[in-house]
């Protein structure tokens, strides 16, 4: 791994770090998940628009396929790689109750990144993944905040709920099979296919528990509707 990436990595982590306690301090009344969601929307967007800046034709988003990261492609990686570092720490220290599911998503995330980044190998993968994977996390974010700000079981949180799973489907069951397939087909490392096929693992167990989500949403909401 390049000495600038460790460096960047670092100064990542430093800086996800400076600007929650930043938040806090803009939010003094707001809970410690409402503070660090608002990071993680920060780092989802900018995420998805790093790793469209870093696609070299648009006519093949992954190509080319087991080639040596680019530089533009390591540095998005990196500040990602930051961010899942200091979120992993955040949730473990801040959370009265660990999240498993998510605590095993961030270390599948961090180790895989974190060979792509040893290896300087894969970047196109690595990049599309990580576009798959945060498309949908600022309307992930977003249900969890409208309900801190009053709107629980409102219209306007439906439809939150309703964007995130449409959008989380289509980037995960369909984008993200066709993703692993092409890394597993193409000459990656071993541990950058067991990642991957991890990581699409565990996007189908969260598939599972969104549609029991949607379900008890869209049950809940005919229930009421036929009670008023």
């Known amino acids: 791994m390049e000495d600038y990436i460790v460096r960047l990595v670092v100064l990542g982590v430093i800086s996800w ?13 707001r809970s410690f998940d409402f503070c660090n969601r608002l990071v993680s929307t920060v780092h989802a967007t900018l995420a998805v628009i790093l790793s469209m800046l870093t696609v070299e034709d648009w006519r093949c988003p992954v190509c080319p396929l087991a080639s040596r990261s680019s530089p533009k492609q390591m540095k998005t990686l990196a500040v990602t790689l930051a961010y899942l570092i200091y979120d992993l720490i955040f949730c473990l220290l801040g959370d009265k ?3 498993l599911d998510n605590s095993i998503h961030h270390l599948v995330s961090i180790v895989g990144i974190g060979a792509g980044l040893f290896y300087e190998m ?9 576009w798959i994977t945060e498309m949908s996390s600022p309307f992930l974010h977003l249900r969890e905040l409208l309900k801190e700000l009053g709107y629980r079981d409102t219209d306007l949180n439906l439809i939150a709920d309703m964007l995130f799973a449409i959008i989380f489907t289509v980037a995960r069951m369909i984008c993200g099979p066709f993703l692993t397939y092409v890394t597993l087909s193409a000459s990656n490392p071993l541990l950058i296919k067991a990642m991957a096929l991890g990581l699409q693992l ?3 167990f969260w598939f599972f528990k969104i549609g029991r989500m949607v379900k008890y949403k869209m049950t809940k909401r005919t229930k009421s509707k036929a009670a008023a």
């Open 17 to 29: 770090t400076i600007a929650f306690v930043a938040v806090r301090r803009m939010f003094p009344n």
């Open 97 to 99: 109750r660990i999240n």
């Open 122 to 130: 894969c970047g196109s993968e690595m990049v599309a993944s990580l």
């Open 202 to 204: 565990v996007s189908a």
